[in-house]
């Protein structure tokens, strides 16, 4: 299980925002709206990585619009960071989730290792075009996409990592992981939790446009 045979070699990202429309390389696709590619600059320095599309960013076709999203970019502003300098998408295309009931509320899944390692293609592929300098994973699925299965966020958090190898970067590029967006909105202090995810987006600043 894999996307490999589906990114093309030699294609710009706007290439591959048409080509992962196309992927079957996990059963996700099947019950998804589309696939969400990432959003950005294309000279972007700073890239940063989700888990996958949520309800409303499956609808859209974007990322990070939806309840998260917003909140994403208040700690942005609250850390000094421009989101206008970043790229932005997710460790998994597409949105795994259950329905309630039929037409109803759509509940967001984690995806699990297997599916995480299927989709990896298409982050290289985008750090390949990006060669990024600062990269942030957002929650655990994105720190196990691009550190491994024993990556656990309450462990490394806000710490500058080097990025591996299989992700091409920048020279000394740092990659730091921190809580998700959606942890803040489910927090019993959403203050607290806030606070948490901009000191650790402070590790980071946005480089010169």
């Not at 720190?143 to 710490?159: H, I, N």
Request: hydrophobic share 40%; proline share 8%.
């Amino acid at each position: 299980m894999s996307a490999e045979e589906y990114v093309p070699e030699g294609a710009d990202l706007d290439e591959l925002r048409e080509a992962v429309q196309r992927c079957r390389g996990c059963p996700l696709y099947r019950d998804a709206t589309q696939a969400v590619f990432g959003a950005g600059a294309a000279g972007a320095r700073i890239l940063v990585v989700g888990e996958q599309p949520g309800d409303v960013e499956d609808r859209r076709g974007e990322p990070f619009v939806g309840p998260a999203g917003k909140l994403l970019d208040r700690a942005f502003d609250a850390a000094g960071l421009d989101r206008g300098l970043m790229y932005v998408t997710n460790a998994v295309k597409h949105f795994k989730y259950r329905a309630s009931a039929p037409g109803k509320r759509r509940i967001h899944q984690t995806p699990d290792q297997r599916e995480i390692t299927a989709c990896r293609p298409w982050l290289v592929e985008e750090f390949r075009q990006l060669r990024p300098a600062q990269v942030v994973a957002l929650g655990a699925t994105a720190g196990k996409a691009l550190l491994g299965p024993s990556f656990r966020v309450t462990q490394q958090r806000g710490v500058p990592l080097a990025v591996p190898e299989e992700f091409p970067a920048a020279p000394g590029a740092v990659l730091v992981a921190t809580i998700h967006p959606s942890a803040v909105l489910r927090a019993d202090d959403r203050d607290a939790a806030f606070d948490g995810l901009v000191r650790d987006l402070e590790t980071l600043r946005s480089p010169a446009a």
